[in-house]
């Protein structure tokens, strides 16, 4: 497949085996007009850890992604520009105090979503962040016990296979990682002599590739090019764990299938899907939904499915689908070593200090963690274009160091704020949708973390010896959006992920969470999903799954 | 309900792999059979074990240490000590008539020393790194352990000198047998020791990587029992964990030539996976060990009779 329109592969019984060149698994398969148990809109972080926990529980599961369905060995070039393909590049409108770049630093359409060319960082919250407003005294409480949430880690980490250290440096005790740290490449070990000349910790980065085989996946082979996309699969992502497992247990996966509107009846209860694959519109019924597109297209697809009992869109009766998004800060510091670093080798970030995340002497809510970087070279080039404005002689002169370059970038926490929300613009799309609006500023604890963490890490790379440093200002990853939460007056959906307004609606990916904490979010989008996961199959077993009644 | 999770391990991998190993071991068992009896002037039975154990403890500390410090890039001198000094005692155990005696004593004294000097340096390498002596290092830095082999190459072709002049009897039988098994319980604890923390660098991700931590062990419990009591069932025990572990020594080749196939290209991409894959030469040091304990187990052997 290449740039241009790639075909619908999951279909006809069969879906791509991710393992192989042009191989395939045999998928089972439903029609329009059956009664499917769960619809699944998005098969990422959280999608598809739902497609897999549901099919294994025994129900019947179609998901759908927008995006194509890739065979990684086959499909992943090595070339910046050609991956471009990962990303979700439709337009959507960016406004606000400090408007946030979209696309290939925050959303994915692939089978596999965002996962697909996620950069594997695999950190945990920190427990006290669950109720971050009752014992640190901001944002908002997860309606959810930190222990069960660190059992569903658990969980998912042994399915990624995660590779860690040892023993982890931050936090209460947690189980030994499945799989040992990798080695730390010149890039990291900058990172730990600067936390070392400081006086903190600093830990190899847990991160999801292979640092044994695993399967039919080789371990990493440490080219770097994870961002865009793994081309020997031994990155975890959720393409090559969590849908294998899915099709095995039988669900359905419809690649190149992108879900317009949620159809509901009268009483307010969810009927079905109109979804737009291979060239026409269609229509899946099903006795769930379950939304998992991510914080920007979760909301703009409830807002687009006003019904007769929804007149403001889906489960929005108090207003609250689309607010409270959160990005998270990305800034950070470079500078150039005498040694030759390489830092395109290996995954782009191998060591992480979670310091300032687990300190709380600090003039700041919230918390950062730091890592290491590896930017390939495009990426970096663009980095400086936009952010210093360099070009033409002094851009080449800045290029030609970068094999001596060495940088540490945060993920700063951001407060939620009601302000900061998606709604939906009066353009339309290609298929006739509204094109989404995302409205974003910075508050004052956000800059102060920015600034805060923009000292320390200078800081941290002169004491490892780096010079003529400079800094660059940035957002990465999206939470929040339809936060979930103790009551319909504070909240889109409860502590089980079902909409308050429409007890056959489940959200399970990035938005639903009430805070970002200060690491990146993946794991613990997997980790809710799973822990929804669960509580929808506990539910199912007590006969509960229809609310009402 | 038990997920339905793909299954993890290729049906068709593990037979390969068993078939290799039987075919190994098979193979190893016939050489060693069809082999016509030595029957050569400067050799009992003890030192040929011996020599042979000291020989295949010296080309494998040959070939790893080549293949590690390359992929270091030889980036300090003395990293060439390794090979030179191996690759001598290699041709001492090998080929004794090419050496005096004194020099055969000479270049395996050098690889003792050698690798207890390696030791320290690849300690040095350790403690720079940030983290130091963390498991971080341990798994990625020089490995702390490896050099040992070389001294035990070295151990073993100076006791394989010793030995050539005619076989001890009596109580010196008893005490050359005990000192060589002294080496040998050292030797299997030392190699137990790295592999275990290699295989815990790779997850025991096959289960097959057990075998080399927990029957070494038992082997050199019973070479331990067997020489502060050298009676006959003890002995017999000995020797039966002995050869076990030597033949494991031998399929633990295959199943690292399995593991370079599992790497990114498989054998394809040789020239990338021998490095990166589990090293093919290195688990033969186990026969190496175990073949200079039946040497050991011969002596007390004697010493009973
Ligand atoms: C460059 C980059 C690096 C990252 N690095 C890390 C990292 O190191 N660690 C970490 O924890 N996180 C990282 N992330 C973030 C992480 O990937 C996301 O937070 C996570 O994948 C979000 O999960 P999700 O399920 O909410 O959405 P996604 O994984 O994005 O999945 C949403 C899916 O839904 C599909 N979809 C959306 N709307 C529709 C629709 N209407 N119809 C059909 N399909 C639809 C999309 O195509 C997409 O595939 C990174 C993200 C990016 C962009
Ligand atoms: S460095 Fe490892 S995880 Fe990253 S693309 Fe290469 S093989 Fe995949």
Redesign the interface.
């Known amino acids: 497949m290449t740039r241009g329109i790639p075909d619908v592969r999951a279909t006809e019984g069969r879906a791509p085996d991710v393992f192989s060149r042009d191989g395939w698994v045999p998928m089972r398969s439903h029609r329009d007009g059956e009664d499917v148990d769960f619809a699944i809109v998005g098969t990422g972080a959280g999608g598809g850890v739902m497609a ?1 926990k549901l099919a ?3 129900f019947s599961v179609v998901a759908f992604d927008a995006g194509p369905f890739f065979r990684p060995l086959a499909d992943f070039a090595s070339e910046e520009r050609e991956q471009d393909k990962l990303y979700w590049t439709d337009e959507r409108i960016s406004d606000g105090r400090d408007p946030i770049e979209l696309g290939s630093n925050n959303s994915g359409r692939a089978v596999g979503g965002s996962t697909v060319h996620f950069q594997m960082v695999a950190l945990r919250f920190r427990p006290e962040w669950f109720l971050a407003r009752s014992a640190l005294g901001y944002g908002r409480d997860w309606p959810v016990d930190w222990r069960e949430m660190w059992r569903a880690y658990d969980e998912v980490e042994d399915a990624l ?1 995660i590779a860690g ?3 982890y440096p931050w936090g209460p005790r947690r189980g030994r990682y ?4 990798h ?2 490449n010149a890039s990291g ?1 900058v990172l ?2 600067g ?2 000349a400081l006086g903190v910790g ?1 830990a ?1 980065c847990p991160i999801a590739t292979l ?6 996946a ?2 990493c ?1 440490y080219r770097g090019f994870c961002k865009i996309g793994c081309s ?1 699969n ?1 990155k975890q992502s959720i393409l090559n764990t969590y849908i ?2 899915a099709l ?2 039988g669900a359905e996966v419809r690649d190149l299938a992108m879900v317009a509107r949620i159809e509901t009846d009268a009483s307010g209860r969810a009927t079905g899907l109109h979804y737009h694959r291979g060239g026409e519109w269609r229509f899946q019924q099903t006795r769930n939904v379950v939304v998992a597109g991510y914080s920007i297209e979760t909301p703009r697809l409830l807002l687009n499915s006003a019904g007769p009992a929804h007149r403001h869109g889906l489960a929005n009766a108090e207003g609250l689908v689309g607010r409270e998004l959160m990005v998270h800060v990305n800034d950070a510091v470079w500078g150039t070593m005498e040694d030759e670093i390489r830092w395109y080798k290996g995954p782009p970030s191998m060591a992480v200090t979670e310091h300032w995340n687990y300190e709380d002497r600090k003039d700041f809510h919230g918390g950062y963690a730091i890592m290491s970087q590896g930017p390939l070279p495009t990426d970096f080039a663009t980095s400086m274009v936009g952010n210093l404005g360099a070009f033409g002689m002094d851009l080449r002169r800045r290029m030609a160091g970068y094999n001596h370059m060495a940088g540490l970038k945060i993920v700063g926490e951001v407060m939620p704020d009601p302000e900061n929300r998606v709604t939906l613009s009066d353009e339309t799309d290609a298929l006739g949708l509204p094109v989404p609006r995302i409205t974003f500023g910075y508050g004052e604890n956000d800059r102060a973390i920015g600034r805060h963490a923009r000292g320390f890490m200078s800081e941290m790379l002169r004491a490892a010896g780096a010079t003529d440093l400079f800094e660059t200002t940035g957002t990465a990853h999206l939470m929040g959006g339809c936060p979930m939460g103790f009551s319909p007056q504070d909240s889109v959906v409860d502590a089980d992920g079902r909409a308050w307004s429409c007890d056959n609606l489940w959200i399970c990916d990035g938005s639903v969470m009430p805070t970002g904490g200060g690491v990146n979010p993946s794991l613990t989008i997997m980790a809710n999903s799973a822990r929804i996961g669960h509580r929808i199959r506990a539910l199912a077993a007590r006969g509960e799954l229809a609310r009402a009644a | ?1 038990r ?8 049906r068709r991998a593990v037979a390969l792999t068993a078939l290799a190993s039987v075919g190994l071991v098979a193979g190893a068992a016939w050489v060693s059979r069809r082999r016509p009896p030595r029957r050569r002037p400067e050799g009992s039975r003890a030192a040929r074990q011996v020599r042979q154990g000291a020989a295949l403890l010296a080309g494998s500390v040959l070939a790893d240490s080549t293949m590690e410090h390359y992929r270091g890039g030889f980036h300090n001198r003395t990293m060439f000590v390794a090979p030179v000094s191996s690759g001598l005692a290699l041709v001492s155990a090998l080929a004794p008539g090419m050496m005096t005696r004194r020099a055969r004593q000479a270049v395996n004294a050098g690889a003792v020393g050698a690798g207890l000097a390696g030791h320290l340096f690849h300690l040095r390498n350790v403690l720079r ?3 130091a002596l963390s ?2 290092s341990m ?2 830095a020089a490995p702390l352990g490896a050099p040992g082999a070389m001294t035990l190459a070295g151990l073993a072709g100076l006791a394989a000198t010793r030995l050539e002049t005619g076989q001890p009897r009596g109580a010196e039988a008893l005490r050359a047998g005990r000192i060589g098994s002294l080496g040998t319980v050292a030797g299997l604890l030392g190699t137990t020791a790295e592999v275990a923390l290699l295989h ?4 025991f ?1 096959n289960p097959m990587m057990f075998a080399p931590v927990i029957l070494p062990p038992l082997a050199a419990l019973a070479v331990a029992d067997a020489a502060r009591r050298p009676d006959r069932a003890r002995l017999r025990l000995a020797r039966i964990l002995l050869r076990a572990t030597a033949a494991m020594g031998l399929a633990g080749a295959a199943f690292h030539a399995w ?1 370079v196939h ?3 290209g498989g054998w394809r991409n040789w020239r ?1 996976n021998l490095q ?1 894959a589990p090293p093919l030469p290195a688990p033969p040091s186990f026969t190496g060990v175990a073949l200079a304990g039946l040497g050991a187990a011969h002596l007390l052997e004697e010493a009973r009779r």
């Not at chain 1, 640092?211 to 039919?216: K, L, Q, T, Y």
């Open positions: 897999a294994e529980a025994g296979k250290p040892v023993r499945p799989y040992r740290p080695e730390v070990l730990a002599r936390a070392e600093w190899p640092s044994a085989p695993r399967g039919r080789p371990p082979v020997t031994a294998p497992r095995a247990a | 309900m997920p339905r999770v793909p299954s993890e391990r290729s790194r940030p983290g498991w971080e798994f990625y815990f660098r790779g997850a991700h593991g599992r790497n990114m990338q990166v």
